[in-house]
């Protein structure tokens, strides 16, 4: 790993935020805020990726 521990954890806990609230704008069908809410979490999964991959 090559970010601290810390950083590892808040964006952690980002990806699962954003996800629950894109499942809560769903079933509200709130589609904008579901939508933003859903790109949010996939960048955030895409840089919890690029802070845990190994040989950087």
Same mark, same amino acid.
């Given at each position: 790993?090559?970010?601290?521990? %810390?950083?590892?954890?808040? =964006?952690?806990?980002?990806?699962?935020?954003?996800?629950?609230? #894109?499942?809560?704008?769903? *079933?509200?069908?709130? %589609?904008?805020?579901?939508? =933003?809410?859903?790109?949010?979490?996939?960048?955030?999964?895409? #840089?919890?990726?690029?802070? *845990?991959?190994?040989?950087?």
């Amino acid at each position: 790993m090559n970010a601290p521990a %810390w950083r590892v954890w808040l =964006v952690t806990a980002l990806v699962c935020g954003w996800g629950i609230l #894109t499942i809560r704008f769903v *079933t509200q069908s709130n %589609w904008p805020l579901a939508i =933003v809410s859903l790109v949010l979490a996939v960048f955030n999964g895409y #840089t919890l990726y690029q802070l *845990t991959r190994r040989g950087k």
